[in-house]
């Protein structure tokens, strides 16, 4: 008898010296939701739970290299997409998306870190826009980011449309399937996700947490969304399954003692018990 198809996921990312977000963030997430790691680095970060002390951005070549080893030999179901740096490695990846095309592509359009410390160079959205976006299943920016994403724009979007539900209609503009606004940074006792797709619009609401433990939330999400889709999930049960994983982790964050600063979510929560 044949045994089962592992689900693979290849998280397209920087690496997070502090280990709480980045490509460490999205191995932990992926591995803890079932689903197999393998990881293409775009840049190395030195970085703790205070913030981001430096970043070397990997080659256009290597990060060539990267994708060609595990496409030639692992059969990826999903690629996640993170923190990118600048307008070349973006164009280096899409071209790599669309080489491979690979079956589900889950964009977190990485622009500012939980510290506040700039992630994406400003020039380099647009190319984000152009280049990358056209070609992702989800995209998941916080509502900053989705903000930045429509400045950048202006032209291609409705004035004055302010709620988020528009959001995700202008931001489905670009070309991508479907949009993940995320709602952590509402100021309300409950942070509601919107998702705009073929399905049409829905949301996902959860309690707000009173922790400063928050490091890599975003990551863990979208890597673990990745790792739903690879198990086979559709998009919208795929969201729900991270979206419930990504609050437990962040409910049993304080049980973790790391660093000074915003400490990681607890991605094995369940294995600790």
């Not at 044949?2 to 280990?19: E, F, M, R, W, Y």
């Not at 980011?145 to 724009?153: I, M, S, T, V």
């Not at 991270?242 to 049993?252: G, N, R, S, V, W």
Request: proline share 4%; net charge negative.
């Amino acid at each position: 008898m044949s045994q089962p198809n592992t689900p693979i996921v290849l998280s397209v990312a920087g690496s997070d010296s502090g280990g709480g977000a980045g490509i460490q963030a999205d191995i932990k997430a992926i591995s803890a939701t079932g689903s197999y790691a393998c990881t293409v680095i775009t840049a190395l970060t030195a970085q703790n739970t205070r913030g981001v002390t430096g970043v070397m951005p990997v080659t256009g070549e290597f990060i060539e290299q990267q994708f060609e080893a595990v496409f030639s030999d692992i059969a990826v179901d999903a690629v996640k997409i993170g923190m990118l740096g600048d307008a070349d490695t973006i164009r280096t990846v899409a071209a790599a998306i669309r080489k491979y095309q690979p079956k589900h592509v889950v964009l977190d359009p990485v622009m500012v870190a939980t510290s506040g410390d700039v992630l994406l160079a400003a020039d380099a959205t647009d190319t984000l826009i152009r280049e990358l976006i056209p070609l992702a299943d989800v995209i998941t920016p916080n509502l900053p980011e989705a903000q930045a994403l429509l400045a950048a724009r202006p032209e291609l979007n409705t004035a004055g449309a302010e709620d988020t539900a528009a959001h995700c209609e202008q931001l489905l503009g670009y070309g991508c399937k479907s949009v993940l606004i995320k709602g952590g940074h509402q100021a309300a006792d409950t942070s509601t996700d919107f998702w705009l797709g073929s399905e049409g619009l829905r949301t996902y609401s959860s309690q707000r947490i009173d922790t400063k433990n928050t490091h890599g939330t975003g990551c863990t999400l979208s890597a673990s969304i990745a790792s739903f889709l690879a198990q086979g999930y559709p998009m919208a049960d795929a969201i729900q399954q991270a979206k419930d994983y990504i609050q437990a982790a962040i409910e049993h964050a304080d049980e973790l003692h790391i660093g000074e600063g915003s400490g990681p979510v607890h991605h094995f929560y369940r294995q600790a018990r």
